[in-house]
C-alpha cells in the first residue's frame, strides 16, 4: 500500500511540475556554440555599433513576413539575407525599431575619389555592402556576399570590362547538383593572373561571405526559377545594378550573351571580410 501511496504522490508531482512550469518544455534557443555558424549575430559589422538589436532565433513555424510583415526587406537588408536563408535554428539581427532603419546603409552619402565619374562602384568587403555612385554621390546601395576565406575577393581599383545577362558558372553548380550555378546579370570587373574571372552577379544571400570570390546580390527573379520559391519575386538586387551599370541605356541592345565592354564604371573593392565572434 506504502509503495503504491509513494507512485501516485510521485506521479502528482512530476506533473505538477510540468503543468506549473511549462519552460521546462518551451522552444529550443540558439546553440551557444555555434559549430555551423548559424549565428549571424556573431558576424561584426562596424556600422552597427550605433543602431541598437537584438537576436531574433527562428522557430520552426517562423518566416521573415511573419515576424516583421511589410517590413521584411529591412531586416533581410540588415542581416544581408535573403527570405530563402532564414530557416529554423538560426539567429539574426533584429532591430529594436524597425522603421529607423528602413533607409540604412553602411555607404557613406558622398565619396570624394568617384566625384569624377559619371558611374562609380564601391564593394565595402567589411560591411558586406554593394554602393552605386554617381559624381560621388550615392544613387543606391544594398548588401553583397563576397569571397569567403581563402577566396577572398581581390582588393583594389579596377573596371567594368564585360556584361551576360545569362551567365552560369563554369566550375560550380547548384545545390541539387543538377545544373550549373546561375550567375544572372553578370558584370565582370576582374580577371586574375590566373585567368579567373571576377564578376557582380545574382546570388544566393545567406547574410555572410559565401562566393569564391565574385561579389553577389540578391536577386529573387534567380531564386524562383532556379528553386521555385520565393512565389513572388520582389528583391531584384541584381538586375537593379545591372541596368545602371552596363544595360541597354549605356550601351547598345543586350542580347543576354557574353559581351565585352570599352569603358565600364569603375570598381573600387575596400576593406577585409567582417570578423565572426
Given at each position: 500500500?506504502?509503495?503504491?501511496?509513494?507512485?501516485?504522490?510521485?506521479?502528482?508531482?512530476?506533473?505538477?511540475?510540468?503543468?506549473?512550469?511549462?519552460s521546462a518544455?518551451?522552444?529550443?534557443?540558439?546553440?551557444?556554440?555555434?559549430?555551423?555558424?548559424e549565428?549571424?549575430?556573431?558576424?561584426?559589422?562596424?556600422?552597427?555599433?550605433?543602431i541598437p538589436?537584438r537576436?531574433r532565433f527562428?522557430?520552426?513555424?517562423?518566416?521573415?513576413?511573419?515576424?516583421?510583415?511589410?517590413?521584411?526587406?529591412t531586416?533581410?537588408?540588415?542581416n544581408?539575407?535573403d527570405?530563402r536563408?532564414?530557416?529554423?535554428?538560426?539567429?539574426?539581427?533584429?532591430?529594436?525599431?524597425?522603421?529607423?532603419?528602413k533607409?540604412?546603409?553602411?555607404?557613406?552619402?558622398?565619396y570624394?575619389?568617384?566625384?569624377g565619374?559619371r558611374?562609380?562602384?564601391?564593394?565595402?568587403?567589411?560591411e558586406?555592402w554593394?554602393?552605386?555612385?554617381?559624381f560621388g554621390?550615392?544613387?543606391?546601395?544594398?548588401?553583397?556576399a563576397?569571397?569567403?576565406?581563402?577566396?577572398?575577393?581581390?582588393?583594389?581599383?579596377?573596371?567594368?570590362?564585360a556584361r551576360?545577362?545569362?551567365?552560369?558558372?563554369?566550375?560550380?553548380?547548384?545545390?541539387?547538383?543538377?545544373a550549373?550555378?546561375?550567375?544572372?546579370?553578370?558584370?565582370?570587373?576582374?580577371?586574375?593572373?590566373?585567368?579567373i574571372?571576377y564578376w557582380?552577379?545574382?546570388?544566393?544571400?545567406?547574410?555572410?561571405?559565401?562566393?569564391h570570390?565574385?561579389?553577389?546580390?540578391?536577386?529573387?527573379?534567380?531564386?524562383?526559377r532556379?528553386?521555385?520559391?520565393?512565389?513572388?519575386?520582389?528583391?531584384?538586387?541584381?538586375?537593379?545594378?545591372?541596368?545602371w551599370?552596363?544595360?541597354?541605356?549605356?550601351?547598345?541592345?543586350?542580347?543576354?550573351?557574353?559581351?565585352?565592354?570599352e569603358?565600364?564604371?569603375?570598381?573600387?573593392?575596400?576593406?577585409?571580410?567582417?570578423?565572426?565572434?
Amino acid at each position: 500500500m506504502f509503495r503504491k501511496l509513494l507512485f501516485f504522490s510521485l506521479v502528482v508531482l512530476v506533473a505538477g511540475v510540468v503543468c506549473y512550469k511549462p519552460s521546462a518544455t518551451s522552444d529550443p534557443g540558439a546553440n551557444p556554440d555555434d559549430p555551423a555558424r548559424e549565428d549571424l549575430t556573431k558576424i561584426h559589422y562596424p556600422s552597427l555599433d550605433k543602431i541598437p538589436w537584438r537576436g531574433r532565433f527562428i522557430r520552426p513555424q517562423d518566416t521573415l513576413e511573419s515576424l516583421y510583415g511589410n517590413d521584411w526587406p529591412t531586416v533581410a537588408r540588415f542581416n544581408r539575407i535573403d527570405r530563402r536563408h532564414v530557416y529554423p535554428g538560426m539567429t539574426i539581427k533584429e532591430p529594436l525599431d524597425v522603421a529607423s532603419v528602413k533607409a540604412y546603409t553602411p555607404m557613406p552619402a558622398k565619396y570624394p575619389p568617384a566625384k569624377g565619374h559619371r558611374k562609380y562602384i564601391v564593394i565595402d568587403l567589411g560591411e558586406q555592402w554593394l554602393g552605386a555612385y554617381e559624381f560621388g554621390k550615392l544613387k543606391f546601395s544594398m548588401p553583397a556576399a563576397s569571397g569567403t576565406k581563402g577566396h577572398e575577393t581581390p582588393t583594389g581599383l579596377f573596371r567594368v570590362d564585360a556584361r551576360h545577362r545569362n551567365h552560369t558558372s563554369s566550375l560550380y553548380k547548384t545545390e541539387d547538383d543538377t545544373a550549373q550555378y546561375p550567375m544572372d546579370n553578370a558584370i565582370r570587373f576582374h580577371i586574375g593572373p590566373d585567368n579567373i574571372s571576377y564578376w557582380i552577379h545574382a546570388r544566393d544571400l545567406p547574410g555572410k561571405p559565401a562566393s569564391h570570390g565574385c561579389v553577389g546580390l540578391a536577386d529573387e527573379g534567380m531564386q524562383n526559377r532556379v528553386y521555385g520559391i520565393p512565389e513572388e519575386p520582389l528583391v531584384l538586387d541584381s538586375e537593379k545594378l545591372y541596368e545602371w551599370a552596363v544595360g541597354e541605356n549605356e550601351y547598345e541592345d543586350d542580347t543576354g550573351e557574353a559581351e565585352e565592354l570599352e569603358d565600364g564604371p569603375v570598381v573600387e573593392v575596400i576593406g577585409a571580410n567582417p570578423e565572426y565572434r
